[in-house]
């Protein structure tokens, strides 16, 4: 029997079979059609093992196809989707591939034979001697190796190489790993954070940091986290990372890691990230470093195009770009303003922070059209009081234009928050009646009236009152404005409360109390609910009424009582008006 047939009878499974004998099931190659792998997988086999790194157009994920005892496949990827045992998911780039496999399995056992024949005619010419010589020096300088070596052999380690602790946290998830590859218990990380106390700072420190962080963000797909204690976890390992960095004479290699990080994190880890290179950029070297680091990476991930890259990644390093020109006063680099600001543009849709960073560019920037670009911002997200609220204070708007009353008018009503109000008002841009009338137009009736009660225009806000007819709006202005005008203030109030006493509740009022709390659920049906509720709504509303010191009161008890004779409920409510 030939070698090359000796060594291809080690795989049992056959091309023809790879779908389905992972293990037992039947793959689905709906996704992975002949050639849609093709410039997208490198790989080799060794034994029966097939190593593969896939490139998935954002990364490379390394994958390693084992053929198993029982001539079934065992697949393992390190993306966060393949759970690596029993009963887990299957990822692309496993199906890629199994499919490369499946493809070209006459090649790939061909070649490892034929790199297997090359290896045993090089030993051939060399010495022992010098054999011996180049492993010992192999050993020396690889720790992995040398691993792998005493581990093979089953030597005894005596000599203490820094611990993989990469490898370790795989472990550490992989051995608790329970039914279809998930960690149902919360893994205890504290081994490791002492270690790097006890390593006080350092490179060493940084490595046990950094291998904990990735390890946790690279397994939270087999973990529930809802409490927060792996991100916690995670933000720690972080935090501290960067405190070890900041005491190192030169971090460049780690603040291009850090960007590199921030870039790829989730949304939430990401703003750790950038925590953490906001405390260790200390110079004006560190900042040029973390620019030219996101402008690397960013040119990266858009050689295909900005339609082509990540918007989140995009937005990330934008992020990062911006914070190293200000703090290090590089906003003079040629065009990179006009670069930003076309991204942001571009991803400002995200979220309400990226909308306040465009904005804060476009006011640094003068540029011609900034004042467009900023309403259009603000006619897309009305609702986004901090943008606004950006745009009045960059003075991108002047307070001039009609459009900055506009402005202010939603951000004011959106936030409460009088500072715009002031600035408009002082700049004459402004009136009381008209902010008013604004605040009237848009539906902001609270805002309205408490802009009458400020400017004490005590006529407009009893005017609002009394044509709006809204109990909420009556009872929130009877303490000051019903003592302005008492008896027109009692009338507007008493008048609505005998148009509520005149409908009584039925079952169409259950709409206004949708939510019945479930101990009070099991005491009363939803009508008994519902009346009680409308008792207390009518007793607290006659409360603030009798405050007002009306002599007509005693005759508005008298009717709401008469409007509800029949009900004893009712009637007790009210009993002591």
């Given at each position: ?67 198993t005892n029982d001539n079934n496949l065992a697949p393992r990827c390190e993306c966060s989707i393949s759970l690596f045992d029993r009963g887990g998911y299957v990822c692309d780039h496993i199906i890629m591939v199994l499919r490369h496999l499946a493809d070209n399995f006459e090649e790939l056992t061909t070649e490892a034979y034929t790199r297997e024949e090359r290896v045993s005619e090089v030993l ?136 590199g990080m921030a870039a790829k994190a989730s949304r939430n880890m990401a703003r750790h990230y950038r925590s953490a290179l906001e405390t260790v950029c200390a110079s004006d070297g560190d900042l040029d470093c973390l620019y030219e680091a996101a402008t690397g990476l960013l040119a990266e991930r858009m050689e295909g195009g900005e339609e082509d890259a990540g918007p989140w990644q995009v937005a ?146 009893m005017d609002v009152i009394e044509s709006k007819k809204s109990l909420d709006l009556l009872a929130r202005h009877a303490a000051d404005l019903g003592k302005v005008y008492p008896e027109r203030y009692f009338e507007a109030y008493a008048s609505r409360i005998r148009e509520m006493s005149a409908r009584k509740p039925d079952a169409k009022a259950r709409r206004g109390f949708k939510t019945i709390p ?60």
């Amino acid at each position: 029997m030939s070698l090359a047939r000796k060594f291809k009878d080690k795989w049992v499974v056959r091309p023809e079979s790879i779908g389905n004998m992972l293990y037992g099931d039947t793959l689905d190659w709906s996704d992975a059609a002949p050639g849609a792998y093709d410039g997208r997988v490198e790989s080799y086999i060794d034994g029966t093992t097939l190593y593969a790194l896939v490139n998935d157009g954002r990364r490379k994920m390394h994958v390693m196809v084992q053929q198993t005892n029982d001539n079934n496949l065992a697949p393992r990827c390190e993306c966060s989707i393949s759970l690596f045992d029993r009963g887990g998911y299957v990822c692309d780039h496993i199906i890629m591939v199994l499919r490369h496999l499946a493809d070209n399995f006459e090649e790939l056992t061909t070649e490892a034979y034929t790199r297997e024949e090359r290896v045993s005619e090089v030993l051939g010419a060399i010495t022992a001697q010098q054999t011996l010589e180049f492993l010992s020096d192999v050993l020396v300088k690889h720790p992995d190796i040398y691993m792998q070596f005493v581990d093979h052999f089953g030597i005894k380690d005596r000599l203490r190489f820094e611990p993989d602790y990469e490898t370790e946290l795989d472990r550490h998830y992989y051995t608790h790993q329970g039914r279809g590859g998930r960690v149902d218990e919360s893994l205890s990380f504290d081994r490791y954070f002492e270690a790097a106390r006890a390593a006080a700072g350092g490179t060493k420190t940084i490595a046990i940091h950094r291998a904990v962080s990735e390890a946790i963000q690279r397994n939270m797909g087999i973990v529930n986290d809802s409490d927060g204690y792996y991100t916690d976890c995670a933000i720690e390992a972080v935090e501290n990372m960067a405190e070890a960095v900041l005491g190192l004479p030169d971090r460049r290699e780690y603040i291009k890691y850090m960007a590199g990080m921030a870039a790829k994190a989730s949304r939430n880890m990401a703003r750790h990230y950038r925590s953490a290179l906001e405390t260790v950029c200390a110079s004006d070297g560190d900042l040029d470093c973390l620019y030219e680091a996101a402008t690397g990476l960013l040119a990266e991930r858009m050689e295909g195009g900005e339609e082509d890259a990540g918007p989140w990644q995009v937005a990330e390093l934008t992020r990062l770009q911006i914070y190293a020109l200000e703090e290090g006063g590089g906003s003079a680099r040629e065009g990179a303003m006009e670069a930003i600001l076309r991204r942001l543009a571009g991803s400002y849709r995200l979220d309400s922070d990226l909308r306040v960073l465009y904005i804060k560019c476009l006011g640094q920037s003068g540029a011609d059209n900034a004042k467009q670009a900023a309403v259009d911002v603000a006619s897309e997200f009305p609702g986004d009081a901090a943008a606004l609220g950006a745009i009045l204070e960059e003075g991108i708007i002047s307070s001039s234009d009609p459009e900055c009353a506009e402005l202010a008018t939603k951000t004011f009503a959106s936030t409460g928050d009088w500072k715009h109000y002031d600035m408009l008002k002082e700049a004459g841009a402004w009136s009381a009646p008209d902010a008013v009338r604004d605040l009237l137009e848009m539906g902001h009736d609270y805002k309205a009236l408490e802009v009458c009660m400020r400017e004490k225009m005590h006529d407009k806000a009893m005017d609002v009152i009394e044509s709006k007819k809204s109990l909420d709006l009556l009872a929130r202005h009877a303490a000051d404005l019903g003592k302005v005008y008492p008896e027109r203030y009692f009338e507007a109030y008493a008048s609505r409360i005998r148009e509520m006493s005149a409908r009584k509740p039925d079952a169409k009022a259950r709409r206004g109390f949708k939510t019945i709390p479930a101990k009070i659920f099991k005491k009363l049906s939803t009508q008994q609910y519902v009346s009680e509720k409308y008792n207390e709504q009518v007793r607290d509303h006659m409360l603030r009424v009798k405050e007002l010191g009306d002599d007509r009161y005693p005759d508005l008890v008298k009717y709401i009582r008469s409007k509800h004779s029949k009900s004893t409920t009712f009637l007790a409510a009210v009993r002591d008006l």
